[in-house]
Structures are given as structure tokens and as C-alpha cells.
């Protein structure tokens, strides 16, 4: 049709060349009209005398071919064709003058033209002739017909590609099994031509990574362009995984070497919701992967997409399935179903070996046989029939009790009816259980959980027992501590009020004798040698005083007494030392044991710790009082020395002995080469 109108404006731009001929001299003005109306007329014109030189070009064949029209002007027309055709268009240009008609040019084939640049196209044109006064004149209607080609090719892969999504749903409709569905789908679509590469990936939940799971391709080794796919450059890579990514269709473009331009389209398939993995093709052209082919592809991975859901569906049904019926051959129970005429549906093996029924009578299926087999074998065959006889009776209920057999057997019975989601009955399934070993079990249990009854009966005589012996030894340890405090003090004041007030005297009784005048040298030597012992006794008697029961801790209170002793440790040691403390003071009980416990800790510290600093904290609240002694000594194995309990001392245990019987909490931290903590807590009794 786009020909015959062709054919008809070149036989229009003739006539009106031959009438502007005609009057070309008598009218000028109609010649100047004509020429006018060629140069608005909407296609490329071309006028070549009989020489096939150009004569006239109008301006749409300098838009059409890009020359300008005095470059056309006396050049050959065939400076408009690629030069393959040019020797073969002159000579069909001197056949069409011998016989010349108004026709199209190049009948049935795909002419190609050559602008200026270079660049071809395709095009239609309409040929005719006119016998003008200088000789023979040939028109040439020129169309582009470039976008009519593309319009063409796109309804070519239109069809092609349904063509694909049809094929595809029909194996979909066979319910292939997975992997040939995929590799079904990705046959057809380079089967038809459309693409050069499809394949399917699917994300490994494990690695992270895309497995190519189908693939097909115009190369033999498809696989290796997948992988080239994968392992190319990351704007062809990346498709792949942004459709996955995303839940979206994703497309690029690139240049190829050996194939110009090319461009990949993914698109994202789902299972349960989740994307799982892509369909991803390869194409080769400037139009593949349109809006238009997106959508039909992206309803092509839909439908992959359903058909993966019901596959695995499928999958998961036979294996559930499978699974069924290993569990019921492998199962301890025994298992039968009973439809409601009594005909045995189905049963394990385990089911006939509880019950010792022939594979002959299994095989009959009837279910009254087997009753009359079974009802042989229980203890008590009446009640085993009227409960079969309530059940027919009663088809929705179900049962759960124990059946005795003559054997000694106990076995445990579920019944439960067979109905549809509707309320259809189709029968009764049965289980059976060996539960023998388990009521012997129990006997066993009943007796033993008599014995450890007894057992704890007595362990609690025996509790309370030792609890009350153990009131007492707290009760007597207490007793001892506080007679051990007040035979201290007694002898603090005897040693202070008369051992030490005896040397204080006698040492100034011997200052006297040494200061007076006229004794022999011998006798001041001796005595100022007995001023210096009786000195010295005067010292160690003070210390002992001291370390019985610091007269401070009494009149200044723990705080303070603390910091002094800690002020004579750093100067009789070298150790460097940290207080940390409120002033304030709290009853005498407390102030007694916590001094005891930390006087003991600071005694380890000074024997035992080769420790450079200890740091004494003290943390007052209103109803407790703490106590903490940390050092930077070698520490000691805590776990080990606990296991040992002969090496572990008696300053740990006075230490902890103290603090419970004010109702604290005593806590020893330390490892070799790290040091030890030793932390008391004691609650502070309200008035």
C-alpha cells in the first residue's frame, strides 16, 4: 500500500513537471508554482535527466540524505545508493528509459539508501518519467521507511515472544519437575530465536551466592556463557543480582566486540512470598527489552514463579508422603484403618506382629476376621466387643485405654474416626502400642519412689539435725569469739594498768639513778643498758596491747583506727597504701569483726602477697556496711587451695566465720598473677 501511494506521488510530480514545461516559457509564473510545490511536497523528490544526472532535489532530500541540493545538482543519482548497487542501478536506470512506465523501483526487495555520512537505510521509491522539451526527465519519490521496518521487527519478536510464553505455559500445565521445567523454559526461548543465552539462577541459602540451576544457548557450552555472564563485567553481572535484590525486573545495555550492542533483562522468581532467584536472558540488537517485552516477560517469570510454588508444593506433598510411610513401617506402633463396611484399608507390619495375624487374613482385607482374631487374644473379649460395638454406634467418638492379653501383653489403644473437613465419615483408624515394659516400669517406679520417699524422709530428720547442731556451733563460736574479745580486753587493761605501768616506773627509776652524779662508770653503763631493755619491754608491751584490741578502735572508732594501721603498714613495709572512707561509727559488734577481718587480710597481704599497693575501701549505706581489701600481689589458685581444704588456713576461715555470724557475706577473688580481693559485707543492726 506504502508503494502504490509512493508510485502515485511520482506519477502526480510528473504531470506537474510536464504542465510547468509546457508553460515554462509562455507563463513563468505557473513554472515558479510548480517549482514551489515541489519543494513542499512531504517527501524527497528527485528529477535525473536521461543521463541520470540529478536536476532538481527538493529539501526534503537534503533532511533524507543530508547533501545540500547544489551538491546533488549534475552529480549521478547513484551517488544516492551504497556503491555495492550503484553498477547495477545504472544499468536497470537505462532499462526503465527504454520502456519506460510509471512504476515502484526494485519490486519485492528492500532498497537501501546512503546518506551523506554514510549511513544506510531502507526505503521505498516511486518511479516516472516525463518528455520534457531538453529530453526524457525521471522522477524519483524517495520514503523512508526505516520506522515502518522497526514497527514490523517488533511485531516479528511480538509474536515470536508470545510464541515463547505460550510453549512455556504448556509445559507448565504438564507439571514438569522442577529442573526440566526451567530447562524447558530456557530451550524455548533461544529455540524461537528471540534470545541468545537464558538461564535460571537460583540464590544458595548457604554461600549467598547464585547457582545457575537451568541454561540454554546458541553456543554449545551453554554453562560457560552463564559463567562469562556471571564473571563479566559488574553492569552485566549486577542485573542478575539487583532483580533478586529488588523483587524487580532489571535490564543494561552493552557493546559487544562480536555482536554490537546487546542487552541482558532479569526477572526476579518467588516462592513462598520470597524471591528465590531470576530468570535472566541475553539478546542481541538496540530494541530487545522494551517496555513491551518486559511485561510479557515479567508474566513469563510469574508463571515460572506459580509453577515453582506448585512444584514445590508437589515435592513437599511426596515427600510428606514418603515420609508417612516410613514412619509408618519404621513406626513402634501398630497401625490399621477400617473403612466403614469393616474392610481393612491399610496397616504396618508392626500391627500385625503386636497380634499375630497370618499375611493371609491381612491379605483379605476383611476387618470381622481380624476382630475375631484379636478378640482370641485379650484377657477379656466381652468388654473388648461391647467397646467396638459403641464405637459403630457412635462413629465421631474416640478412645484411648489399655487392652490386657491372655500373654501377660498390656497394650495401649487410640481410635479416632476418618472425616472430611465436610463431616463425611469414610472409616476408623486404630493404633497400637506395646506399653508392657512400661507398666512394669511403672511398678518399678512406685516402688522406688517409695524407697526415695523414705530416703527423704530421713535425709530431712537428718537436715534438721545437723541444722540444729550447726545453731549451736555458730551459737558457741559466737560465745567464743565474744569471751576470746572481752579475755582480750581484760588482758589489754592488765598489761597496759600493770605490766606496762611496772616498766614505766622502773624506767624512770633507772632515768633517776643514771642522772646522778659521783657513780662509777661501770655502774652507769649497766644502767643505761637496763633503761634501754626496759625501754624496749615498755614498746613490745604496748604492741601486744595493740594487737589485741587497738585502744583507738574504742575511743576513735574502725576509720580511724583503720587509717593508723595502715599509716604504721606503709612505714614498716615500704607498701604503698590507699583508704577509702568516711568518717563514722557504727555498733561495737560490727566495728570489732570488721576490724578483725580487715587487720587479718592486711596481715596476709604484709606475709604472703610480695605485693607493691593495697587499697582499703569502706562503703557505708544505711543498713550495711562493706569492706574491701584489694592488692597487686602474685595472688594464689583459689579453686585449688578450696579443694584442699587442710592448707587453706585459719585466717580464711575466721574471716568468713565472723562475717556470717553478723549474717554478711564474705567473698574471696584471686588467681596467680593476679592479685586478691577480699570483700565483707555485714548488715548494720537498727536501734
Not at 607 to 633: F, N, Q, S, Y
Amino acid at each position: 500500500m506504502a508503494g502504490t501511494r509512493l508510485l502515485s506521488d511520482a506519477r502526480r510530480s510528473a504531470a506537474l513537471l510536464a504542465r510547468a514545461d509546457a508553460t515554462a516559457r509562455a507563463a513563468p509564473q505557473v513554472w515558479r508554482a510548480s517549482l514551489a510545490l515541489l519543494h513542499a511536497a512531504p517527501l524527497a523528490i528527485v528529477v535525473s535527466d536521461g543521463e541520470g544526472r540529478v536536476v532538481y532535489a527538493n529539501p526534503r532530500v537534503t533532511k533524507l540524505f543530508g547533501y545540500a541540493a547544489h551538491e546533488l545538482l549534475q552529480q549521478p543519482v547513484e551517488l544516492l545508493l551504497p556503491e555495492r548497487y550503484r553498477e547495477a542501478h545504472a544499468r536497470h536506470r537505462a532499462g526503465f528509459l527504454r520502456c519506460a512506465e510509471a512504476r515502484p523501483m526494485g519490486a519485492g526487495r528492500v532498497l537501501v539508501g546512503r546518506r551523506k555520512g554514510g549511513a544506510e537505510f531502507p526505503i521505498e521509491v516511486g518511479l516516472s518519467f516525463v518528455e520534457a522539451t531538453d529530453g526524457p526527465l525521471v522522477v524519483s519519490c524517495i520514503a523512508d521507511v526505516s520506522r515502518r521496518g522497526r514497527t514490523e521487527e517488533k511485531l516479528s519478536r511480538m509474536n515470536r515472544l508470545f510464541g515463547i510464553l505460550s510453549e512455556i505455559n504448556e509445559v507448565i500445565a504438564r507439571r514438569e519437575r522442577r529442573h526440566l521445567l526451567f530447562s524447558e523454559a530456557c530451550r524455548i526461548a533461544v529455540e524461537r530465536r528471540l534470545f541468545r543465552l537464558a538461564w535460571v539462577g537460583l540464590v544458595d541459602p548457604v554461600a549467598g551466592t547464585i547457582q545457575p540451576a537451568a541454561y540454554w544457548g546458541v553456543e554449545e557450552d551453554a554453562l560457560a556463557s552463564v559463567r562469562r555472564f556471571l564473571d563479566g563485567m559488574p553492569k552485566r553481572r549486577r542485573v542478575t543480582e539487583i532483580a533478586i535484590r529488588t523483587g524487580r525486573p532489571a535490564t543494561c545495555r552493552w557493546h559487544a566486540p562480536d555482536a554490537g550492542l546487546c542487552a541482558a533483562a532479569a526477572f526476579p522468581l518467588r516462592l513462598g512470598g520470597s524471591v528465590v532467584g531470576a530468570l535472566t536472558m541475553e539478546a542481541v540488537g538496540p530494541h530487545a527489552f522494551d517496555e513491551q517485552e518486559i511485561a510479557v516477560l515479567g508474566r513469563l517469570a510469574a508463571d515460572l514463579s506459580f509453577a515453582l510454588e506448585a512444584s514445590s508444593q508437589e515435592e513437599e506433598l511426596r515427600f510428606q508422603e514418603m515420609l508417612l510411610k516410613c514412619e509408618s513401617e519404621t513406626s513402634l506402633d501398630g497401625l490399621v484403618v477400617v473403612a466403614n463396611d469393616h474392610k481393612i484399608l491399610s496397616f504396618n507390619r508392626r500391627f500385625a506382629e503386636l497380634w499375630g495375624i497370618p499375611d493371609k487374613l491381612l491379605d483379605a482385607r476383611s476387618g470381622e476376621a481380624v476382630l475375631q482374631h484379636i478378640v482370641g487374644k485379650v484377657a477379656d473379649p466381652q468388654a473388648f466387643v461391647v467397646g467396638r460395638a459403641f464405637l459403630d454406634e457412635h462413629p465421631d467418638e474416640e478412645l484411648h485405654d489399655e487392652v490386657s492379653l491372655r500373654d501377660g501383653r498390656v497394650l495401649e489403644r487410640y481410635s479416632a474416626p476418618l472425616k472430611s473437613a465436610s463431616g463425611i465419615h469414610y472409616g476408623r483408624v486404630w493404633y497400637w502400642r506395646d506399653v508392657t515394659e512400661r507398666h512394669q516400669a511403672s511398678e518399678r517406679l512406685r516402688a522406688n519412689r517409695e524407697r526415695l520417699q523414705a530416703l527423704a524422709d530421713e535425709n530431712a530428720r537428718l537436715y534438721e539435725e545437723i541444722r540444729g547442731r550447726e545453731q549451736q556451733v555458730s551459737f558457741l563460736l559466737k560465745e567464743i569469739i565474744e569471751a576470746q574479745e572481752e579475755e582480750r580486753e581484760r588482758i589489754c587493761m592488765e598489761v597496759h594498768d600493770g605490766v606496762a605501768q611496772t616498766l614505766t616506773a622502773a624506767y624512770r627509776y633507772l632515768q633517776a639513778l643514771e642522772a646522778r652524779s659521783g657513780l662509777a662508770d661501770e655502774v652507769r653503763a649497766e644502767i643505761t643498758k637496763a633503761s634501754g631493755l626496759v625501754r624496749t619491754a615498755i614498746r613490745e608491751a604496748r604492741e601486744v596491747v595493740a594487737s589485741l584490741r587497738p585502744a583507738a578502735l574504742d575511743t576513735l572508732g574502725l576509720v580511724a583506727t583503720l587509717r593508723h594501721e595502715l599509716r604504721e603498714l606503709s612505714e614498716r613495709t615500704g607498701l604503698h597504701v590507699e583508704f577509702d572512707a568516711h568518717l563514722a561509727r557504727f555498733p561495737k559488734t560490727v566495728e570489732t569483726a570488721l576490724y578483725r577481718i580487715v587487720h587479718e587480710a592486711l596481715s596476709n597481704v604484709a606475709k604472703h602477697a610480695r605485693a607493691t599497693c593495697v587499697v582499703v575501701r569502706l562503703k557505708h549505706h544505711p543498713d550495711r556496711l562493706m569492706a574491701e581489701i584489694e592488692d597487686d600481689g602474685v595472688g594464689f589458685d583459689l579453686i585449688a587451695l578450696e579443694r584442699q581444704p587442710h592448707r587453706s588456713g585459719v585466717g580464711l576461715l575466721s574471716m568468713r566465720k565472723r562475717a556470717e555470724l553478723l549474717q554478711g557475706c564474705f567473698e574471696v577473688t584471686s588467681g596467680p598473677g593476679e592479685g586478691t580481693r577480699v570483700r565483707v559485707e555485714v548488715p548494720i543492726p537498727q536501734a
